[in-house]
């Protein structure tokens, strides 16, 4: 059996004989230098001359070039006077350093929408969208969802483009101080708001969630939620609680959604995940019960899928399911169950 980029699956699948591979996984591990002590500094920076600036629309990256396999996708930094971002009243973050050259977040969600995509958005990649229509930016210009670029960024700009959307959707919802509820100030270069009434100090926060590759023998459970596109199932995953341990929550989430009981998890990988500010934690757990009993109000459906239908699954034949998203962690543990490189 063979996958299609030519992953090989071993004989009797000796766990742990090989490395995962993690190489596809999207938002973490670009090697982004935030520079935490420099974020006093940001107004000096930003005026240095050499910085560059990432305009974020309404929690989109602008983007540039042809996506898919073999494409140059990439993100499109500029000048921080560059008319696109002065023009459209933007909120500055301080993101880090790259090479010596300071780098910055601009929000200009103030900017029309000058062409809207099916989803509501400027467009998507592959759809015809004008670029803004300021400055000089390359034809294909664009503030695409950043969940369809999983795939075609370089580990630093996915680091960057995730950091960046998930600091502006935390100020976006927490605008107001949760002490008094006076409107808060932004300041350390967007890492912080501070509350002019009661002097509250408020920091941005990532919840964990935990994403669970549930085997049995040659078998992993899928689920997948209302609303989600037809054919789209993945792992199952559920936002962990107060006082619970990753493993603990494992358990829970799974037995509240299908109904299945499962034994003792194993941390494989995390994933940031700006959708809106979460840390996705991918786990293993074998299965003590098979049945499957699912809860309504958690997931719409849930089922055991082979091995042999999971390669079906990647290779995008399978008659029902549609192939995972590329980038996202759920699609890289089940890509390395298949290698057996977990």
Partial sequence: MTLPDGLRIPDGMRRGEDKMDLSELAFGGGGLDRAAHLRGEASALRASGSAQVLPIWRGRPLMAGVSGPGGDLHLELLAVDHPLITEHDPQWIYLGHQDGAPLFAADISAMPAYSHAADGGPGDPGMDMPAPPLGVLPEDARFPDLRSALAGLTPFESELAATARGILEWHRSHGFCAACGT?????EAGWRRSCPACGRLHFPRTDPVVIMLVTSGNSVLLGRSPGWPEGMYSLLAGFMEPGETVSAAVAREV??????????????????WPFPASLMIGCHAEALSLEIDVDPT????????????L????????PVIRRPRRG????VLMKNWLAGTL
Wanted: charged share 25%; no cysteine; aromatic share 4%.
């Fill in 183 to 187: 409107r808060s100030e932004i300041d």
């Fill in 255 to 272: 037995a509240e959604e299908t109904g299945v009981r499962v034994g003792p998890s194993a941390i494989l990988a995390t994933q940031p």
């Fill in 298 to 309: 958690e997931i719409e459906h849930a089922l055991w899928v082979t091995r042999e239908d």
């Fill in 311 to 318: 390669v079906d699954v990647f290779a995008g034949t399978h």
């Fill in 328 to 331: 996202a962690i759920a699609q």
